[in-house]
Nanobody, 125 residues
Framework: VQLQASGGGLVQAGDSLRLSCAAS????????MGWFRQAPGKDREFVAG????????YYADSVKGRFTISRDNAENTVYLRMNSLKPEDTAIYYC???????????????????WGQGTLVTVSS
């Protein structure tokens, strides 16, 4: 499984971005998907997760109400729509794939089997 994240960039506070993560895999719908981020000098942080069908969605409290995760299983792609961006959202954003259903909280990075290379989001104040 290969994951290619894209869509990052430099924006101003209050702007929006949409990240994409394209998966090279035969059956994308077999994988729960997550987005994590890592800011300079900080630990990796869970952002959002989505079940295989898209029926269950999870968010970190820090992004709830501003970010939206979605997936298109026909296009093998998961998205992260980010609205009302803040400087503290600045980080490298990674998508990750977990084979099968979530068996515990999606915020545990150890659950994920495959990771993309990351895309940098910089939010200026």
């Amino acid at each position: 499984v290969q994951l290619q994240a894209s869509g990052g960039g430099l924006v101003q506070a209050g702007d929006s971005l949409r990240l994409s993560c394209a998966a090279s895999v035969r059956t994308f719908s077999n994988y729960a998907m997550g987005w994590f981020r890592q800011a300079p000098g900080k630990d990796r942080e869970f952002v959002a997760g989505i079940s295989r069908s898209g029926g269950s969605i999870y968010y970190a409290d820090s992004v709830k109400g501003r970010f939206t995760i979605s997936r298109d299983n026909a296009e093998n792609t998961v998205y992260l729509r980010m609205n009302s961006l803040k400087p503290e959202d600045t980080a490298i954003y990674y998508c990750a794939a977990k084979g099968g259903a979530y068996t515990s909280g999606p915020d545990n990075y150890k659950l994920y089997d495959y990771w993309g290379q990351g895309t940098l989001v910089t939010v200026s104040s």
